[in-house]
């Protein structure tokens, strides 16, 4: 649960400082570039992008904040914004003046792809990153492929710290 | 020379979109193949200083696997062309 509120804070806890501050770093720096280069209007949409804002719910805590922020700015919630997007339930001089209004919020093709990949990415890493930590938490700080390792000869570790 | 300071006001982060230089789209594949490079280690690694020589091996393999995909896709692609023009 913290893993999936704010990514390494699941290792963190667990007393494995250094991985947990890696954690955050690579997965915080994947989301926050993809939502600089996306907006948070049209890249935390899920009546946009359903698959996509599944993918980013891997990042619980910053979609969820993401999508509260972009409900919150220009005026027009996400259902709405899908609305206009897909070009569907207004009239066209509403929608011309709609699409006008939400011009600064919405990016457009290469940067949305390119936002969308780096969201969705960091979503499925931070699943990666929490099944780790339920790993770590339940062999006492081995990770998951631990069985592999100590097949190569690896030593025996623990925290960190 | 008032326009840059009210623009930079203006624009907010995560809710304005950055927009990127053109040809920058390709470049972007790097930083995010560091990112995957560093958390897939991090996830096989029991401590953290293990970390920086694996998660680099695995970003040079992910970029020289890309790269020779890339390679292979375009052979692909002349080799069909040039099959269906004669």
Excluded at chain 2, 33 to 57: D, M, N, S
Aim: a positive charge; proline letters at 6%.
């Amino acid at each position: 649960m913290l893993a999936w509120l704010l990514p390494g804070a699941g290792h963190f806890f667990l007393g494995q400082r250094g991985l947990g501050a890696v954690f955050f770093v690579a997965i915080s720096f994947a989301y926050g570039t993809g939502l600089a280069i996306g907006g948070v209007k049209t890249s935390i949409n899920p009546y946009l992008n359903r698959w996509l804002f599944l993918a980013e719910l891997g990042a619980g805590g910053y979609t969820t904040a993401g999508f509260l922020l972009g409900n919150a700015v220009g005026g027009i919630n996400a259902r709405q914004t899908a609305q206009v997007v897909h070009k569907e339930g207004f009239d066209p001089a509403e929608q011309r003046r709609l699409e006008d209004h939400l011009a600064p919020y919405v990016s457009y093709y290469p940067e949305s792809d390119v936002a969308q990949i780096y969201l969705a990415a960091a979503g499925l890493l931070n699943l990666l990153a929490i099944l780790d930590a339920l790993a770590r938490a339940q062999t006492g700080g081995l990770p998951v492929f631990h069985h592999e390792t100590a097949a190569g000869g690896a030593p025996a570790g623990g925290s960190d710290q | 020379m008032t326009a840059l300071p009210a623009l930079l006001l203006a624009w907010l982060p995560f809710v304005h979109p950055l927009k990127l230089p053109p040809g920058t789209r390709l470049w972007m594949f790097l930083p995010l193949a560091a990112c995957i490079a560093v958390v897939y280690r991090a996830t096989r690694a029991r401590q953290a200083r293990e970390l920086p020589r694996a998660a680099v091996r695995t970003f040079v393999h992910i970029v020289v696997g890309m790269c020779a995909l890339a390679v292979a896709a375009y052979v692909l692609y002349e080799a069909v062309l040039r099959l269906t023009a004669g």
